[in-house]
């Protein structure tokens, strides 16, 4: 009798420490949370992110990658510089988009040429290690890594703002003639 209650007792702690391990997680998101940037034709415009690590070991994301996405036609991505402090275990860390140092999950470099309305939109994807002690203090190699897919991320040109001047003063130019036109009947 004592035997099978140690085994089930041992069973049961193996399950629900099956299930606490199963439920650690890295969860990654981007600022704006829609993930939508827009910018000026040959403005650089990029995301913060927020890391979730629900996990007992620190994480350290050492790369982002842009997919899904027209890139080449008006766009650049670059991603960020990949120096990106370590997130420790079950911890959630918020890193603003920074263009001069690229900190963020990545950045787009608009077109000058591109049209207001341009858009591309696509997935950001990372990788990153998860390692057993602060990998910045006593280094060594990664216990896991991984990929964190699914990040969906667009980037829009907005018109300059010359070009709404430009729009209302034909409107108010339109609006005077058509008043002088009205005072002339």
Known sequence: MFRRTLTLLL????VAAAAVTAQAAVAISLDPANGV????SGETVGWGITVSNDTAEWLW????????GVTG???QYANFSGYMDPVPPTSVVSIPFNLATNAGAGSFTIDP????GDMAGGVIDFTYDLYATDPTTLGGTPDNN???NGVNATVVTTP???TYALLCLSLGVVGF??????MDK
Do not use: C
């Open 11 to 14: 069973a049961l702690t193996l």
């Open 37 to 40: 940037v827009s910018g000026l």
């Open 61 to 68: 994301i050492n790369d982002s990658i842009f997919s899904n």
């Open 73 to 75: 036609q008006w766009a």
């Open 113 to 116: 040429g591109s049209s207001p």
């Open 146 to 148: 991984g990929t964190f």
């Open 160 to 162: 300059e703002p010359s």
């Open 177 to 182: 003639a058509r008043r002088k036109l009205r």
